[in-house]
């Protein structure tokens, strides 16, 4: 089992106090904005909606189900969102504070999420079309995942890692998806401000410059393209609070990287 004096780890400890703390500034209570509109890079017949409600599609327009992973999920509604759509067989959720993973289970009773049998290092709990792992991300692997995804939602994740840790947090996520599959990734860029500003985080920086070096030359990457960015200055309540860390400008980016075809690998 993953105890959970782990969380007491210099890694855990400090996101372990704010979920007790419930100090939650990066949670969303909607599916994210970018979701919504490229959700169809994830998922096949994807209907999006403008209020984020639904996004099921026609049974008889089905082709196979996929399977979709979302790392250092917190509790996103962007999982009980996928969870229903009639496209998607499985979302897979994973992160290091049990608490998370329980207040989901709790706000989405309807996926009927209950805790079952660890695997390996990790507590594991399942639902409908759901299974959340309470674990150590880089410890990871398709065994204990139950097999690789088709498409993996990296929502708020690249950014809350220690920065050193990124190339191995990098491999992981070429573990996990299938040849074919595709990646949504979704960052923010500090683009302009103080030092201390700038270099500050989580949310740290991850910008373009650093979206090419981690993933474009990695022999099972296909493509890397960004689909858009967003001036996180024009929600004034985003602009106050980066503000008074010293950034000056912060854009939010979103991109879909496709991992090669099993015979190009």
């Given amino acids: 089992m993953y105890h959970r004096r782990q969380e007491s780890s210099d890694i855990l400890a400090r996101w372990s106090q704010r979920w007790t703390d419930n100090k939650l500034g990066w949670h969303k209570t909607e599916p994210h904005q970018f979701l919504i509109k490229y959700g169809s890079e994830l998922v096949p017949q994807f209907l999006g909606t403008d209020e ?24 996103t509604m962007d999982m009980a969102f996928l969870a229903h759509h009639t496209s998607v067989d499985e ?14 289970s709790e706000e989405h009773d309807d996926l009927g999420i209950e805790e079952v049998s660890s695997v390996g290092a990790f507590d594991s709990f399942k639902g409908k079309g759901i299974t959340l ?82 993933y474009a030359n990695l022999d099972w990457v296909d493509s890397v393209t960004k689909l858009e960015e967003c001036d996180e200055f024009q929600d004034e309540e985003s602009k106050s609070r980066y503000t008074m860390q010293g950034v000056d400008s912060l854009f939010e980016l979103v991109y879909v990287i496709k991992a090669k075809p099993a015979q190009e690998k």
Avoid at 55 to 67: I, M
């Fill in 133 to 214: 792992l309470k674990g150590n991300h880089f410890e990871l692997d398709d065994e204990v995942t139950g097999g690789k995804f088709d498409g993996i939602l990296d929502r708020a994740s690249i950014v809350a890692i220690n920065p050193d840790l990124r190339e191995k947090y990098v491999d992981i996520m070429g573990q996990l998806i299938k040849p074919g599959g595709s990646i949504l990734l979704v960052t923010v860029d500090r683009r302009e401000g103080t030092q201390e500003g700038m270099s500050a985080g989580p949310p740290f920086s991850v910008d373009d410059k650093e979206i090419q070096r981690l």
């Fill in 52 to 75: 984020g409600v639904t996004c099921l599609a026609d049974e008889k327009d089905q082709k196979e189900k996929v399977r979709i992973f979302v790392p250092l999920c917190g509790k």
């Fill in 91 to 104: 979302v897979v959720g994973c992160d290091g504070i049990r608490k998370a993973l329980t207040d989901f």
